[in-house]
């Protein structure tokens, strides 16, 4: 069973998109911040991230920023959804691989997911990516182990 990581800061929407993902057979572990977000990943694990953008404490952005600089999930593919402008976002973190422009149908979210988990998505291969300075203190937290060596499980 595949596990998606669902970063939502609106419990509403979070619980619809939790149900609905459970119905389709993936296991979904939830965040309501990016700095949560980073917490269960790193306890977790995950094979996809699927996060809002705009939330407090961690942005979406930020979290993937932390995310692509891990060397073990450098790769993992990042969904993020925004009714923000493409650019908007881009000017934060643009090595994401889909950005879904709220409001989206769930039928494109989940032929998206589909073809990232199954691997027909053409997907760059990702070198860990150097976070900008200075860190947010989770995601200094999330990186502390790889930087030293240790493990993150």
Do not use: W
């Amino acid at each position: 069973m595949r596990t998606i990581l669902l970063v939502e800061d609106e419990r509403e929407i979070a619980e619809l998109l939790q149900c609905i993902l459970e119905a389709e057979g993936y296991r979904v572990v939830t965040a309501s911040n990016g700095a949560q977000g980073l917490e269960c990943l790193a306890r977790t694990g995950a094979d996809l991230v699927l996060s809002d953008v705009l939330m407090p404490v961690m942005s979406g952005t930020q979290m993937a920023a932390a995310i692509r600089a891990h060397p073990r999930f450098a790769n993992l593919p990042i969904v993020l959804a925004s009714a923000l402008a493409r650019d908007e976002v881009e000017a934060e973190f643009s090595d994401f691989d889909v950005l879904l422009q709220k409001p989206y149908g769930m039928r494109e979210l989940l032929s998206m997911l589909d073809l990232l988990l199954d691997g027909t998505a053409p997907r760059p291969v990702r070198a860990p990516v150097p976070m900008p300075v200075p860190l947010h203190a989770a995601a200094a937290r999330f990186l502390a182990p790889s930087l030293s060596g240790g493990s993150t499980n």
